[in-house]
């Protein structure tokens, strides 16, 4: 069997339902595992060994967590709008989820989310035929706001200011978020303040 044939070299990870419709059996995809060609993550996942592409830890949280979505520091961090850098993985899924299975490494920090609130603002990034679902960034800095006691004062304030220097900004769909998630009053305060 010739694996880099079967197997793409430019994904980092592949589900089982895909080694499946590339018409692999489960005894192909062990002899795989024993050749070092693929290594099992979940009973729905592997890494491929062979993979040439630029690697990121926010592809982790997708074959982990499927319905995973990156957000809060993690978020804050992919856009640029923080200079801290967290120590962990920040992932939201809805409040009735559970994970079953977490990587030693990276760490990802799971937080449960209300439907509302886990749902709105989601979007999709793509990098080759890899991918991850990110909050958008005015979703990012509303849920940095309303959790402010638990990111610290001084945090939230870096991205919400960061925010506003943005040109790609969009203060109204900022406050329709806020407005929705229960904290268009303490956004408008800081919006006052910083603006």
């Known amino acids: ?14 589900t089982v339902q895909e080694l499946k419709s590339k018409g692999l059996s489960q005894y192909n995809v062990s002899k ?13 996942v592997y890494e491929i060994t062979d993979y040439h592409g630029e690697e990121s830890d926010l592809y982790y949280v997708n ?19 923080t200079t801290y850098i967290p120590d962990s993985i920040n992932v939201a899924i809805p409040r009735k989820s559970r994970v079953s299975t977490l990587p030693e490494w990276p760490q990802i920090s799971i937080s449960y989310f209300t439907d509302d609130r886990y749902q709105l603002g989601i979007t999709e990034i793509t990098e080759g035929r890899n991918h991850f679902l990110i909050y958008n960034t ?9 959790y402010r ?47």
């Open 1 to 14: 069997m010739n694996i880099s044939y079967e197997i793409p070299s430019d994904q980092q990870f592949i």
């Open 32 to 44: 795989l595992v024993e050749r070092g060609a693929l290594i099992k993550l979940t009973k729905k």
């Open 63 to 81: 074959a982990y967590i499927p319905n995973g979505v990156i957000c809060l520091f993690s978020a804050a961090s992919y856009w640029d709008l």
């Open 138 to 146: 005015e979703k990012t800095v509303v849920d940095i706001v309303f």
């Open 149 to 195: 006691e638990k990111v610290g004062i001084g945090e939230t304030k870096e991205i919400l200011t960061t925010y506003l220097r943005r040109k790609d900004r969009n203060l109204n769909l900022l406050l329709e978020y806020a407005g929705q998630l229960k904290c268009e009053g303490i956004m408008r305060q800081y919006l006052e303040v910083l603006v």
